[in-house]
């Protein structure tokens, strides 16, 4: 993302996707459109920003717009696996979660829990904060005013993942995402993950992705009515997978309340709020999605190396005696 954005792109993301869709006139595609928002960027048509809107379309259809589409074996655990395994054991500090990070005069000053419960100071040249920006504030000591309100400003989505276990394929080999325009009460659309490495299933699993709104975060935090509202969105999954016979075919369903919790692309973000909302703090980065104020997995690869190669040069040129903004 830009510092600023070029005067067409600022037009695109000072208006809702329902807006930008209007000039086409077609219902249907706003009804798809509105479901494919929901899914991959948290927000209906009217809370999502044009900009981020054709830039996340261009992506997902991958060689129709140019672009390549990136997938990862294994999903995202697997991928941060790689990133970490060239990384000697004994350097890594795990098991600790840190709830104060402040500058200091040479660097940053970190105060953390271990995993036996006592608390531990961790001083450091600098810091990576990878958290989402909603909980920076109560993290980061003495953030500028205009970075806290403009953190503040971005909005979050909570977004349930429900996962049909069953004995068999409930879904054609090569079909990875199955769209359901009337099912929005429920879930969006269903992702087939053995459609992209067959040969690596060991069973069969279908997600259903279920997009919340912000008034179902208490229903998503009691075990009881998620529990409930998951069997719901399994049955209404059932036309779409065999009907009767599908229900058979289930064993298993695993809820995950709390799948992704994704920042809203809302109208206006992109020129401005997102940039003062991550730009670095004294020896403290920021490397998230929300970087962008758009929940791709990109944006959080591409800010951590940016992370990385900031501080990276800072402390090269303090070995050297420059100075680097």
Aim: negative net charge; contains cysteine; glycine residues 6%.
């Amino acid at each position: 993302l830009p510092q600023h954005l070029s005067p067409e792109l600022d037009a695109l993301d000072a208006q809702s996707s329902r807006d930008f869709l209007r000039q086409y006139s077609s219902p249907t595609l706003e009804s798809l459109l509105n479901s494919y928002s929901l899914s991959s960027m948290g927000g209906t048509l009217d809370e999502t920003n044009a900009y981020c809107l054709l830039n996340f379309y261009g992506s997902e259809f991958g060689d129709a717009f140019g672009l390549p589409r990136y997938t990862f074996r294994g999903g995202l655990h697997e991928f941060a696996d790689i990133i970490a395994r060239p990384i000697p054991a004994e350097v890594m500090l795990d098991g600790h979660i840190v709830f104060h990070v402040e500058n200091t005069a040479d660097g940053v000053s970190l105060l953390c829990i271990d995993d036996q419960d006592q608390i531990m100071q961790i001083k450091a040249k600098a810091a990576v904060v990878a958290i989402q920006k909603f909980a920076v504030p109560f993290l980061v000591a003495g953030l500028p005013d205009a970075q806290t309100e403009a953190m503040k400003q971005l909005h979050y989505s909570p977004f349930a993942t429900i996962h049909l276990c069953s004995n068999r394929a409930l879904l054609p080999r090569n079909d990875f995402d199955t769209w359901a325009l009337d099912t929005g009460e429920y879930f969006t659309d269903i992702l087939n993950p053995s459609s992209l490495y067959p040969d690596d299933a060991k069973g069969f699993v279908h997600t259903l992705y279920s997009p919340r709104p912000i008034s179902d975060r208490g229903m998503l935090m009691s075990d009881e009515l998620f529990a409930d509202f998951s069997r719901k969105a399994a049955e209404a999954a059932l036309p779409m997978l065999g009907g009767a016979q599908a229900a058979e075919a289930i064993q298993e369903i695993h809820c995950w309340a709390w799948g992704h919790s994704i920042v809203r692309a809302g109208v206006g973000t992109h020129n401005g709020l997102a940039q003062r909302a991550s730009q670095p703090f004294g020896n403290i980065f920021f490397a998230n999605t929300d970087n962008d104020a758009s929940p791709a997995v990109e944006n959080a690869v591409a800010h951590g190396a940016r992370a990385a190669e900031l501080i990276y040069k800072r402390l090269h040129a303090a070995v050297k005696g420059e100075s680097v903004r």
